[in-house]
């Protein structure tokens, strides 16, 4: 297990590796942008693409990893490529919305909030803190 702050060259173990295995971290997609065999313990932004294995039980990853017959899917060499645009540019810019917050923002220069039930929350949580 190697720490995010922990000075280890990940390029460098990617590149010795036969098998990664990640549990949250961009490396995944990276291995599996240098055609390694990826193996997903956790949840990612990129978990819905189609260039790694994610294993159903502890029995199917330890079959993965020690069943030298088990095959690998075939890794969709387009779906790395993907996740890396996102990271480097969180998707096409707004042209008609601009936001102010996590859950408020301007489209057409008219303000709208995040949904409604949430809102009503936030403001029951806020009139009881007063009391």
Not at 35 to 54: M, P, S
Not at 72 to 93: A, M, S
Request: glycine fraction near 6%.
């Amino acid at each position: 297990m190697i720490p995010a702050e922990d000075s280890v060259d990940t390029y460098a173990l990617i590149d010795k590796s036969e098998i990664v295995i990640v549990f949250g971290s961009t490396v995944g997609a990276e291995a599996a942008f240098a055609g390694k065999k990826v193996v997903l313990l956790g949840r990612t932004a990129y978990e819905n693409l189609d260039c790694f294995v994610i294993p159903k039980s502890h029995e199917e990853l330890m079959r993965i990893l020690t069943d030298d017959t088990y095959v690998f899917p075939v890794i969709n060499q387009d779906d790395p490529l993907k996740y890396g645009f996102w990271n480097e540019t969180y998707g096409i810019n707004y042209q008609h919305y601009k936001p102010l917050s996590i859950g408020k923002g301007l489209y057409r220069g008219k303000s709208i909030k995040a949904n409604f039930i949430l809102r009503k929350l936030k403001r029951l949580t806020r009139f009881k803190k007063k009391k």
